[in-house]
């Protein structure tokens, strides 16, 4: 639970996002579920979400562009409560 709300998976996702990022595994929450568990299938609808909500997020960096969108939504990147996240990923990850 994230927030009160159920999420799995690789990247912690829940069924609102999963919808968001158009679906890639189907429709309905067996098919969240299984995507979410899916490597290759989670990845996916990650990528496509953060592409969907990139032009909300300019000048920085991809990584920190991933990073926000994917922890704090469409708007992850001015929102100061995402901040956090971000400086966790770019210390253990290198990237900018």
Do not use: F
């Not at 979410?36 to 996916?44: E, G, I, K, R």
């Not at 609808?45 to 969907?52: A, D, E, F, G, R």
């Amino acid at each position: 639970m994230n927030n009160g709300t159920l999420s799995c998976g690789y990247y912690q996702i829940n069924k609102a996002y999963y919808e968001d990022c158009g679906q890639p595994g189907g429709k309905g929450e067996e098919a969240w579920k299984g995507c979410s568990d899916d490597y290759n299938c989670a990845t996916t609808c990650v990528q496509k979400y953060v592409s969907k909500y990139a032009y909300k997020c300019q000048g920085v960096g991809l990584c920190q562009q991933m990073a926000r969108i994917h922890n704090g939504g469409p708007n992850g990147c001015n929102d100061e409560g995402t901040i956090g996240y971000w400086n966790a990923i770019r210390s253990c990850c290198s990237c900018s």
